[in-house]
């Protein structure tokens, strides 16, 4: 264990996912274990700027595993894009004795903190938290399971109405540069078609797959579209090109926007960000730096964060085969 660490910082930055309580709960808790101060910061990087800081103990966590968004609250920041603004959180940080810290986030949140700990060798580790599973070095990020089981459960309630009046519906879920949220929530709910950024279906492809459901004797269909769906046309567009070309479809929309990113986190999502806090604390503690922790086989890894922003994670080939043949 280093000795020089003796006083860490939490914070959630970009876009909230369920269990980052969860995980700011393992930070504080395993602090405590390890005899460490736990300094909480509100609002991201602004509240870094603006030594917006809080102790915290064990205690301080209680009764948040259970529950969504982030209790330290979460806010984009331009000015630590800026140098002038780093330092002035640099500032904050070494006013308040603070040795190292930890944030929760996307890409976006570890990039600011890569550029951070290259101007000032601050130690960081990163938590990935973001519903889009788009993070390189991780299997999961936290939040995706939650987020699965939100889509899936809308549109269990949306089929029901679909086939109550044998209508078409095209359900848009998150995922503006992945698909990972549409094909396993897709797959997961028995949807007819699946549209996502990594594989382009084609318009001509979707109009002969909706004609084949309607004479196979589908009354009512599902399609599911990334919001970075490359057809060209935004969920709006695509219904009215189907109800153009295919009057035979009485055609709704349901854009489920930002209700994926909220409820209580899963099982799955607590039991993930309870494992990765205490791998970041340890991590700090041992004297390591600039790296994020990950799942992968079911092992908690470390990936470098500059090699967790650059990286891109591939869409399961396996399970687009998969879509195809229960689409059939």
């Known amino acids: 264990m280093s ?18 309580n969860a995980a700011i709960r393992s930070v504080v808790r395993t602090c405590a274990y390890m005899k460490v101060d ?8 602004q509240g870094m700027i603006e030594g917006d800081f809080k102790s915290m103990d064990a205690r301080s966590v209680n009764n948040i ?23 002035m959180a640099h500032d904050q940080l070494v006013k308040a004795g603070i040795d190292a810290f930890v944030v929760i986030g996307g890409d976006g949140s570890f990039t600011g903190a890569m550029i951070f700990n290259k101007e000032y060798d601050f130690p960081v580790i990163g938590i990935p938290g973001t519903i889009d599973n788009d993070i390189f070095g991780t299997t999961f990020t936290l939040g995706f399971d939650t987020a699965l089981n939100t889509v899936v459960e809308c549109i269990d309630k949306i ?12 359900v848009e879920v998150m995922g503006r540069d992945v698909g990972h949220i549409a094909l396993n929530a897709g797959v997961g709910a028995g949807a007819e078609e699946i549209l996502i950024p990594e594989e382009n279906l084609g318009l001509d492809r979707l109009l002969e797959s909706l004609k084949r459901s309607k004479e196979s004797g589908k009354s009512s269909s599902i399609v599911i579209v990334a919001e970075g769906d490359k057809s060209g046309k935004n969920v709006f567009e695509l219904k009215e090109y189907v109800e153009e070309h295919l009057p035979i479809y009485d055609v ?11 409820g209580a986190p899963s099982c799955f999502d607590r039991v993930l960000a309870s494992r990765m806090g205490v791998k970041a604390v340890e991590a700090l503690l041992e004297g390591k730096t600039s790296l994020m922790v990950g799942i992968q086989d079911n092992k908690i890894t470390l990936t470098p964060i500059e090699k967790a922003i650059k990286g891109h994670t591939k869409i399961d080939k396996e399970l687009i085969r998969v879509s195809e043949i229960m689409t059939t």
């Not at 000795?3 to 980052?20: E, H, R």
């Not at 736990?38 to 990087?45: F, K, L, Q, V």
């Not at 595993?65 to 330092?87: M, Q, V, Y």
């Not at 089929?159 to 095209?170: C, I, V």
């Open 38 to 45: 736990c300094i909480a910061i509100y609002r991201g990087y």
């Open 65 to 87: 595993i259970n529950k969504g968004g982030t209790i330290l609250k979460s806010a984009r920041c331009n000015d630590f894009r800026t140098p002038e603004g780093r330092k």
């Open 159 to 170: 089929r029901d109405t679909a086939s109550s009046h044998n209508r078409l519906f095209f």
């Open 3 to 20: 000795s020089k660490i003796k006083k860490i910082a939490v914070l959630t930055s970009g876009g909230d996912s369920p269990g980052m």
């Open 252 to 262: 709704r929309v349901s854009v489920l926007g930002h209700m994926q990113r909220g």
